[in-house]
């Protein structure tokens, strides 16, 4: 069966809790599709939060920059019992931490994106066969709170493409020459960065080469990747020079793109730099603004980040979400390796256009939740179906987990929720709906027996919301997390990203102590 042919076959399955550590009680059954047409109440005030202790808060330096986007507040589910959301998470947060906790220090608080950090790990669901996505929940009372809160685990696994089949590349990189880029050498970590991705292609994908400095220059016209020797020459003969004028580059690379644009291929704009705009036009609205306008023109755009000090992640997230693209965070070659060599089609093949989901609570049975993370891709309960809101992608063979903190209402039982994916298909346009409910007899027996993988999200969300300062978190501790970070890791041995968790977090224990 061909690529196009899965998106015409869908499938939802509800993975179960598990009855022990090793595996689920059982295999993922479909069940059957239905729509809704839900009406979104009017917004609640936000329930208060627990008083938070006191925190040494770790600053942000000066040269770096990120965004705030606060804290999602709990909800009571007979005000608002719908909770909307964009499908579009990276990983960069993640690995912004990593940086920081292996150089020795916590990361400042507002870099922690709670949904970039459970999305960075293997969620443990089988890739669709024959379908275009599968949905699974499962969920267990939190060992991190003493309310009676559960902690439900919503995920969307999408199909893989075979690398065999994958769509012709058109790749117009948009590298960063300027002064800043010889700081800790980025600039040769892109150039080793992206011969590990030149030397993934073929002779059927394209390649061409825009620089950025004071002003932007075409350093390569679209080449095939045949020419591979020739395009490494020209990556390597970079070299560092002046300001950093993120416009103009981004100008130079979409005018190329257009110009190599193929119909029926990946046509996408990959932007490598520490994000400090300095010269020409630097208000982020206005550069947001003119990317958008190339997604309506079949150009999608991934924005590599490198560097600490002198670092603008705010822009660089923001421009991964207005290009219809994602944002990495590359401080290791092997984390390049990671994105342009293990997951190159999942890095550059979207399977999913306008991917949203929603999650509707029944207030007969939960009284109130709480999404984890996700502050900056809330959408309007209304907006759900409407095409003209942006949403988010999803790339081959990714997953996107969402967890959320539920208090179910005293001896209820029955539906807990209903999870809802719409999706646009990226070759015909067409709106697509998938649907499945949770119940409280899905829930595991206790956090221990539930499925290993649920664990390890559970936990990591938990993590992140204490590096995050959350008010929610005032009842755990990193040492907390960190004996747990430990056993997991030793129940996921075959995971090399669990142990090196369990490690990070072991390092940020000891500095909290400290």
Known sequence: MNTRSYFFVLLIALLLSACSPAAPTSAPQPIAAATRNPVSPQKPAPTAAPTQREIRPQPTPPDNQYRDYGINPMERTNQDHLSTFGLDVDSAAYTVMRNNVMSGSLPPMESVRVEEFVNFFDPGYALPRNTAFAVYADGALSPFHNDGSYLVRFGVQGYQVPPEERKPLVLTLVIDVSG????????????????LLVDELTESDTVSIVTFSDNARLVLPPTSAAENDRILDEIYALRTENSTNVRAGLQLGYQQALKAYQRGATNRVILCSDGVANVGLTNAGDILDEVAGFVKKGITLTTV???????????????????????????????ARRIFVDNLTSTME?????????VDFNPDVVSRYRLLGYENRGIADQDFRDTEVDAGEIGSGHHVVAVYAVQLKPKAEGRIATFQLRWEDPNTRKAREINGNFNTWDLAPSFESADPHFQLVATVAQYAEILRQSPYAVESSLSEISRLATRLSRALPEDPDVVEWADLVSRAARMRKD
């Open 180 to 195: 800043s880029m010889a700081q800790g050498n980025r600039l040769n970590l892109v150039q080793r960065s992206l011969q």
């Open 305 to 335: 980040g490198v560097g600490m000090g002198n670092f603008n992640d705010e822009l660089l997230e923001q421009l991964a979400d207005r290009g219809n693209g994602n944002y990495a965070y590359v401080d290791t070659l092997e984390e």
């Open 350 to 358: 979207v399977i999913a256009l306008n991917a949203r989901a929603q």
